[in-house]
């Protein structure tokens, strides 16, 4: 995947506050794996929907999907 | 030695520390865990943030991994949200976060709204609009409030769990400047009423419950001590000594009345 926009060809998502490219049609477990992330360690939000973790296999990504992968860091 | 059962309850579920414990600006996860284990707090703060991708899972060293949430009652915060829909957001990703611990049950919300990015003074419109939402949807709201007794009583009349009128700034562990209002505070509300931010030292822990807050929550006074886990354990102590001297003479407290400048006679209400 490429992280630029450059071109105007490939699928585009928002990940995280960044811009990805894709050529490829994927799901959210490959998302996971490209990023080498545990699922477990985070909550998806898929569009600003929670998404439930059995959802993320049957969730392929569209043009302009937003992705936010969020956990928990120290606070006061 | 004299032993006291001296639980306090937040919707129904009892706690036995008064001390709560935030997670941010440790050095490291193991001083963070440390300092957790010798506070016993009842509740530990955490915020919500993306996940940092570039990094891989080791490197991420997560808090999801480092407490063992089976013992210790996860505090979510709305930290980083400056509008109340921002807050409702995160509020809605701390509920999920903390059910995927197997805290099905916690609806607790620490709510903070900070526009101000100078001194950190929570919102109090955001605040009312965020908690007002966020009640409805069945959360349990930890409002965090300038000391402002009226705005405290009207988050209590909409429903809030508890109240957390702030010491001094966040960070700033310069101790409790506004003592008379938070007496005010804590006279005037049911609900717990929790001394958050600015902390600085075991003695002003100690004097937050001394003048009856029911518990205190400290994060940078432990984080930023040179040994947090003695910091902390320190501020244990100090959280049991302040509440058992309240607790042997709670009239003690007193609060100066404040008098009118203007007759109260013909007047139009």
């Known amino acids: ?76 | 030695m004299v032993i006291l059962s001296d639980k306090w309850e937040v919707n129904k579920i009892s706690f036995n520390s008064r001390l709560l414990v935030g997670t941010g600006r440790f050095e490291t996860l193991e001083k963070t865990k440390l300092s957790i284990q010798a506070s016993n707090p009842s509740l530990v703060t955490v915020a919500i943030r993306r996940l940092e991708t570039q990094k891989n899972e080791k490197e991420n060293g997560s808090l999801l991994s480092a407490i063992n949430w089976k013992q210790i009652w996860m505090l979510p915060n709305t930290a980083g949200s400056k509008t109340a829909d921002e807050a409702i957001r995160l509020g809605f990703l701390g509920k999920e976060i903390a059910k995927s611990l197997g805290q099905d049950n916690n609806r607790f919300l620490k709510l903070e709204v900070i526009a101000d990015e100078k001194y950190l003074m929570p919102d109090p419109l955001g605040t009312i609009k965020a908690a007002d939402y966020l009640i409805k949807k069945g959360f349990k709201i930890f409002p965090y409030i300038n000391t402002d007794p009226i705005l405290a009583s009207h988050l209590e009349e909409l429903g809030c769990a508890t109240l957390m009128p702030l010491g001094s700034a966040i960070g700033s562990n310069q101790g409790l400047k506004n003592l008379e209002n938070i007496k005010i505070i804590i006279e005037q509300s049911k609900i717990p009423v929790i001394i958050d931010a600015g902390i600085g030292k075991p003695s002003d822990a100690s004097k937050a419950m001394e003048i009856g807050a029911d518990a205190v929550l400290i994060n940078t006074a432990i984080a930023s001590a040179e040994r947090p886990e003695l910091m902390a354990e320190a501020m244990k102590y100090a959280v049991i000594g302040g509440r058992l001297s309240y607790l042997s003479n709670p009239q003690a407290i007193s609060i100066k009345k404040g008098t009118l400048s203007s007759p109260k006679k013909g007047v139009l209400f």
């Open chain 1, 1 to 76: 995947m490429k992280k630029k926009i450059y071109t105007n060809s490939g699928t585009w998502i928002l990940i995280n506050g960044e811009v990805y490219i894709t050529n490829y049609t994927i799901n959210l477990d490959q998302l996971f794996e490209f990023f080498n992330i545990n699922k477990s360690l985070l909550i998806t939000e898929y569009n600003q929907v929670i998404l439930k973790p059995l959802l993320c296999s049957k969730t392929f990504l569209g043009s302009f999907d937003r992705i936010e992968f969020v956990t928990i860091v120290g606070g006061g």
